[in-house]
């Protein structure tokens, strides 16, 4: 029965490292390819293992995609909870949102398509993770608004509708981000930093 048991362990635990692995091959080619020219074949091909293998775990190309995107959503929300909440004051959370949400899409391409690109529409997963992720991030941002709000660092007549219009503003800077091609990380935080100073106005108490 124990041997039984450890088996069973052993086997699931090969069985999540396995899909792992064709995770992590997937996000690298779907970031290069984009999801509608990005093959399993060529996944299969960056784990030395067939094609048969991928369909065992993700039945067509959309469940893999989807996989990867829930992955890089949760890295997203990983990454922009660790710097925002680790700030004192709700100036620098909110700075430290702005900053790192962009920073992070940048980097977590197959997430940005997913959550950007009207080619993607028709697959069902995708409008589901639009809404949720819109939801969480206006939630967010009214959270420290309300907090800024409280320590009079803000002067805001309507907190749910400032966090509404923040939230706007920063889909409006995606885009020029993205087609400037920015090379670094430093280069990318100065041009935030540039587009916080009009993210700020009329937020800030002065």
């Known amino acids: 029965m124990l041997t039984f048991k450890l088996n069973k362990s052993k086997s699931v635990k090969n069985s999540d490292e396995i899909r792992e692995q064709i995770i992590d091959a997937a996000r690298e080619v779907f970031s290069r390819y984009g999801f509608r020219k990005s093959t399993l074949d ?12 991928i369909y065992y775990y993700y039945p067509s190309k959309e469940d893999l995609f989807k996989a990867v995107v829930e992955k890089e959503t ?8 660790k710097e925002f909440s680790a ?25 940005y398509e997913a959550i950007r690109s009207d080619y993607l529409s028709h697959l069902p997963f995708i409008n589901e993770i639009r809404g949720k992720y819109d939801a ?3 939630s967010v941002i009214q959270s420290i608004i309300y907090e800024g709000i409280v320590r009079e660092e803000f002067h805001v007549e309507d907190p749910a509708l400032a966090g509404t219009a923040i939230v706007i503003a920063m889909k409006g800077l995606e885009m020029p981000l993205m087609i400037n091609e920015i090379i670094n990380e430093n280069e990318l935080r100065k041009r935030v930093e540039g587009l916080l100073k009009i993210l700020f106005y009329g937020i800030v108490k002065k």
């Open 74 to 81: 949760i890295l997203f929300k990983q990454a922009l909870f």
């Open 87 to 111: 700030q004192k004051t709700a100036t620098d959370k909110l700075r430290s949102y702005v900053l790192t949400r962009m920073i992070r899409f940048q980097m977590l391409a197959n997430f």
């Open 42 to 53: 060529e996944v299969a091909m960056r784990i030395n293992k067939g094609k048969s293998s």
């Open 136 to 138: 969480d991030e206006t």
